[in-house]
């Protein structure tokens, strides 16, 4: 059962073979950190840890990629609204973006370079490239020439695109109007360089990180895949790609993967619309596990429609597989089962259909509870229960949670330690065998809106 992936570039789906046995590399564009992350985030960050996942499951050492950019434009304004140095603000942004992955059950990346971090890479590659007189310098910086690049539009075949980035006005000293810029003069915050202070462009910075962290030096491809949004098709990637071609003489990746928008009220999300929705507002309102399950219910390629009745659809089902993981909580574990392990990785070793890899968790999530209705002492059955659902959690990155916690959201810390205080007090009523005592305070506890279940791991309770 092999792993076919869609490719960008080829627009078709190919039998994933990668470059070296040893491991996948992978390389995701990551947030530039100057604000809180959105549910675009959020999507392409589920997208690709999902396939994280998957080269796990096929039996791949992953080296999972993603950067961030902390030197842009938007950094420099966020610093001078909030009176801040770029390192009070971008760091605050990583570990607000660190910890909202943590809360998706994002896996840990295995490098996460950052830009201002590999400088001399990016100086490097830009020096070589004005060598080579693939690149030239101007009064505002310096650029790439596109036409010394044969290939460059090979990646979109968008190079006549209207919306090209290339159209700077007032900019006459460009050779061609799609160059772009790889280091730009006269800015706030400056960096030496050889050929003159300023800072990077956006594009150089994941061809110098690919390249200093992760190309293969002698093969035809740098790494294995790379990714990130369809926004970024071009004219970032197309760009990339196109520096690496003229400063390496190699193409930056096998194959190229790209996930959709997300859209909200039938608009693509987007700052200038005003319906950028963070997502920690979303995750005041739905567990994380929640939109992590709700954001895989859409193909990885097909823009996805954020509405919350579908959102709460997602909940129901959810709660239906948390509902089957506390029949088991506590147990053992045996075998997964056979059937649900080979239709889970049929579906994701096609191109990622997560629609059809979740209806197959609902068909074992009922199937199960039906056996176990039957066979309520069936230890055997109970214990592949418990290795299913560890196989579920392990390829999709849901049901993670301990099933009676999950169902506590949206009890706030100050609750949570009041309902704790009251089953200490009703343990020790039964303890003392003032059963009156103790049928007092499970009515209060009852009252604040939870219920309480006495089982052999203790004393346990969730929301209503």
């Not at 150089?204 to 740098?222: T, V």
């Amino acid at each position: 059962m092999s792993l076919h992936i869609f490719d960008s570039v080829q627009k078709t789906k190919l039998r994933f073979t990668p470059i070296c046995k040893k491991a996948v590399k992978v390389y995701v564009c990551g947030p530039t950190v100057y604000d809180d992350a959105h549910l675009g985030h959020a999507r392409s960050a589920i997208v690709f840890d999902l396939l994280h996942r998957v080269l796990i499951a096929n039996g791949y050492s992953v080296i999972m990629t993603k950067n961030f950019t902390d030197i842009d434009d938007k950094i420099i304004k966020k610093m001078a609204q909030t009176n801040q140095s770029l390192d009070e603000v971008t760091q605050f942004y990583i570990q607000s973006y660190k910890n909202d992955m943590a809360i998706l059950n994002v896996l840990p990346n295995t490098l996460e370079p950052k830009a201002t971090e590999n400088l001399s890479a990016m100086i490097e590659m830009i020096s070589g490239l004005i060598d080579d007189e693939n690149a030239y310098v101007i009064d505002d910086g310096v650029y790439f020439d596109t036409s010394k690049d044969s290939e460059y539009g090979s990646l979109s075949h968008r190079v006549d695109d209207e919306n090209t980035q290339a159209r700077v006005e007032g900019n006459k000293q460009k050779k061609n109007q799609k160059d772009f810029a790889l280091w730009k003069f006269n800015e706030d915050i400056s960096f030496d360089a050889p050929f003159g202070k300023g800072r990077p462009g956006w594009h150089i910075e994941c061809s110098a990180m690919i390249d200093k962290h992760l190309a293969y030096k002698d093969e035809a491809f740098a790494i294995d895949i790379h990714g990130g949004g369809a926004d970024l098709l071009f004219p970032h990637h197309e760009n990339e790609a196109c520096q690496t071609r003229c400063a390496k003489n190699q193409e930056l990746s096998k194959y190229w993967m790209h996930n959709g928008f997300v859209n909200i009220n039938g608009e693509k999300m987007s700052k200038s619309l005003g319906n950028s929705f963070f997502l920690k507002d979303a995750l005041k309102q739905y567990d994380g596990e929640v939109i992590r399950f709700y954001m895989m219910t859409t193909h990885y390629r097909a823009n996805f429609s954020y509405a919350l009745e579908d959102l709460d659809s997602s909940k129901k089902r959810l709660d239906k597989i948390f509902r089957l993981k506390k029949r088991v909580f506590g147990l053992g574990k045996s075998a997964v089962s056979k059937e649900l392990k080979m239709n889970l990785l049929e579906a994701l070793n096609d191109d990622m259909n997560t629609s059809k890899a979740l209806a197959y968790v609902d068909e074992y999530v009922a199937y199960a509870n039906e056996t176990l209705d039957k066979e309520p002492k069936n230890k055997g059955f109970k214990k592949e229960v418990v290795a299913s659902l560890e196989f579920i959690q392990e390829i999709l990155g849901i049901a993670c949670k301990n099933p009676y916690a999950y169902f506590q959201f949206g009890i706030d810390e100050e609750m949570k330690k009041e309902i704790e205080k009251l089953i200490i007090e009703r343990n020790q009523a039964k303890q003392a065998k003032n059963y009156e005592q103790s049928d007092t305070i499970r009515d209060k506890i009852m009252a604040l809106g939870v219920s309480i279940m006495d089982t052999p791991q203790g004393t346990l309770w969730e929301k209503v």
